[in-house]
């Protein structure tokens, strides 16, 4: 297991995919959605659109911290890859939510008709990286310092 290696491998798989699950929890009744999203690397988040009204933006205006995975579905053990990770629910400041916009519409184009979208992003606190490319049930851990 690497730990806090570089995080070029874990940026990498992220890119790859466009859907991950988010997982909030309130009163100790977990839930989770299904979200696409857009990496913003520097920042080194996930940002997504959803409504305020929605059941995981309430839950997590609540409680900020959250966890999710990203996969890859395959059948084949030798090409099994998932990430896994906890991290901070944030609302975005004016200068970072122009930001998230663009990399979100760069990403997904036929967003850009979503005019009044709320942006969000996910800050990671801790990533795990399971990837049997690179050997069974190699991981790669990476920890906020």
Not at 57 to 76: D, F, R, S
């Amino acid at each position: 297991m690497e730990l806090n290696s570089d995080k070029s491998k874990i940026i990498k798989f992220i890119k790859k995919h466009h859907v991950f699950t988010l997982a909030s929890c309130i009163n100790n009744l977990p839930y989770c959605a299904n979200l696409f999203y857009a990496l913003l690397e520097e920042e080194f988040c996930l940002v997504f659109v959803s409504d305020r009204e929605t059941r995981h933006i309430c839950e997590m205006l609540q409680n900020e911290l959250v966890a999710g995975t990203i996969v890859l579905e395959t059948k084949v053990v030798g090409k099994i890859q998932g990430l896994q990770f906890c991290g901070r629910m944030k609302e975005l400041s004016d200068s970072l939510r122009a930001k998230a916009k663009r990399a979100y519409i760069r990403r997904f184009p036929y967003s850009a008709v979503m005019l009044d979208a709320e942006y969000w992003a996910v800050e990671f606190e801790y990533l795990k990286l399971t990837d049997n490319s690179l050997g069974f049930g190699k991981k790669i851990i990476w920890e906020k310092a």
